[in-house]
């Protein structure tokens, strides 16, 4: 499966951004599809999760209650909707894939598709 991510931007702390990610090729499957995000000198960590058939979704401590992952299956998109944005929030936000949901989704490693990345710049 390929990775199209879009959506990222400058937002002043307390704002709100709505990232998209694309799926193209063999959609069929119960994926897991995630949001990972990197700082410059800073590991890749992981953001959100879900799984592509439903029924579960996961979040990062430090961004539970304000970001909200969610698909729509006829555009075979995934969204993480963001919000009271705080500058270390800023980082290049990446989607992944890989295609079967596993207990180990907060693993970058679990994952054999990523998008390109957007980059998210908050400013204070």
């Known amino acids: 499966v390929q990775l199209q991510a879009s959506g990222g931007g400058l937002v002043q702390a307390g704002g709100s951004l709505r990232l998209s990610c694309v799926a193209s090729?063999?959609?069929?499957?119960?994926?897991?599809l995630a949001w990972f995000r990197q700082a410059p000198g800073k590991e890749r960590e992981f953001v959100a999760a879900l799984r592509w058939g439903g029924g579960r979704y996961a979040y990062a401590d430090s961004v539970k209650g304000r970001f909200t992952i969610s698909r729509d299956n006829a555009k075979n998109t995934v969204y993480l909707q963001m919000s009271s944005l705080n500058p270390e929030d800023s980082s290049l936000y990446y989607c992944?894939?890989?295609?079967?949901?596993?207990?180990?989704?907060?693993?970058?490693?679990?994952?054999?598709?990523w998008g390109q990345g957007t980059q998210v710049t908050v400013s204070s």
């Open positions: 992944a894939a890989r295609t079967r949901w596993t207990t180990y989704y907060r693993s970058a490693t679990e994952y054999t598709s």
């Open positions: 090729g063999d959609t069929n499957g119960d994926y897991a």
